[in-house]
């Protein structure tokens, strides 16, 4: 059996609320504006560091000031949305973009350049952003590719407008840039 003193129980309410006030409030955390930009399970081309043609996911801020990524997690997976955490120093510049590689080598990883433990799967599955207090941010689901009409496979499922649009399945990707406006493809 645990037993305070008189004065420590008088002062347990008063210990507990100065708790309550420590770190971010978990109701601000839930409204993160940082939404999934772009996502590609299938790159032929465009290479991280090493040159490796891996997957990739790409993170947008629509805010006017940088972001700190720091304590937030990825993951392709709802059962297991605390797959991957972003480091110190992991920063989202104003109006601009993040670009992580999914390609299950984490050795390649830095602040600048996050690499996940996790693949995308070509045939389609989900991606989640959570904050450190457990909140899902964003996510996206999605198939495998579908063709595009002259037969060709679209590159990568992107956000039109930025952040805010719905997910469209793009011919031409904007790897580590903001969308634009240029992609015809087919809404998710
Ligand atoms: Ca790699
Ligand atoms: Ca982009």
Known sequence: MICVNSRWARMLPVILFALAGC?????????TPIRINEVNPVNPVYQDMTGDTDDWIELYNPTDEEFQLEGYFMSD??????????????????????????????NQSSARAPHMTFKLSATGEGVWLTNPDGYVVDRVDFGKMPMDPSGREWTSLARFPDGTGPFTWCTESTPDATNGSACAGVTL
């Open 23 to 31: 770190g971010e409030d978990p109701v601000v955390r839930k409204s």
């Open 77 to 106: 997976s709802a059962n297991k949305r605390f797959k991957d955490q972003f480091v110190a120093g992991t920063v989202i510049p104003a109006k601009g973009v993040l670009l992580v590689w999914a390609d299950a080598e984490i």
